[in-house]
């Protein structure tokens, strides 16, 4: 099916571990972003792509590192899961710079 | 940087009453603005977006908003709340720099709507 798909849907992670969450989209998009929503603070901005092997931080990126080897997917790796790291991850991906963007249906993570 | 405030944390609407939802933006170009609704556990969904032209856009759903310059205000609005409109909204600026977009946030507000 053609869209934006994350996986796992929910994840519980223990701390210190590494965990990564998987970004898949079928529009073959230039752009990608990850966000965190968490109570209170609205959708925070992790890392973006505007295309493959480019990549950048936005707001909040200490603790994830993130990779694009192929346009269409954008995983996102917790090298040491902390307990603030616990939120709802989102992935998005747009045309182009000036166009709207396709959200995934977001990954509960929980680190215990 | 950009920066987007929603005021309202919570917006409480009879079903058939009209909503308004405020978004100011701080940003010193005209901005790219959007409005996104989420449902409760899905993703994002866009609802309109303004990029240059009529300061007033029509969206899905029977929503509409306004961009005022002078107020640096994107309005979301719509004339008839039904109860299947509450979720979350969140304003969103978009600034051009370096060829890149990267659209930030406001914190959203909830929409609850009374039978």
């Known amino acids: 099916d053609a869209g934006i798909t994350q996986s796992p849907r929910y994840k519980i992670t223990e701390t210190g571990r590494q965990v990564t969450l998987m970004c898949h989209q079928t529009?073959?998009?230039?752009?990608m972003f990850w966000y965190r929503q968490d109570l209170g603070h609205g959708l925070r901005l992790i890392y973006y792509?505007?295309?493959?092997?480019?990549?950048d931080k936005g707001e909040v990126p200490d603790g994830y590192v993130v990779s694009r080897s192929k346009t269409e997917n954008f995983p996102l790796t917790l090298e040491s899961a902390t307990r603030s790291q616990t939120s709802v991850y989102f992935c998005?991906?747009?045309?182009?710079?000036?166009?709207?963007?396709?959200f995934g249906q977001g990954t509960r993570l929980t680190v215990v | 940087a950009q920066s987007v405030t929603q005021p309202d944390i919570h917006i409480t609407v009879s079903e058939g009453a009209s909503l308004e939802l405020r978004c100011n933006y701080s940003?010193?170009?005209?901005?790219?603005l959007f409005w996104y609704v989420q449902s409760p556990g899905q993703g994002l969904q866009l609802l309109l977006k303004?990029?240059?032209?009529?300061?007033l856009v029509q969206g899905i759903k029977g929503f509409e908003a306004e961009f005022k310059r002078s107020q640096s205000s994107f309005n979301l609005r719509k004339p008839s709340v039904h109860w299947s409109d509450a979720a979350e909204y969140f304003c969103a600026v978009g600034a051009e720099g370096g060829g890149s977009y990267i659209p930030t946030f406001g914190r959203g507000t909830s929409l609850i709507v009374h039978p």
């Open positions: 940003y010193g170009a005209t901005p790219y």
């Open positions: 792509s505007a295309a493959a092997d480019i990549t």
């Open positions: 529009w073959s998009h230039s752009y």
């Open positions: 998005a991906s747009s045309r182009d710079f000036n166009t709207e963007a396709f």
């Open positions: 303004y990029f240059s032209g009529d300061t």
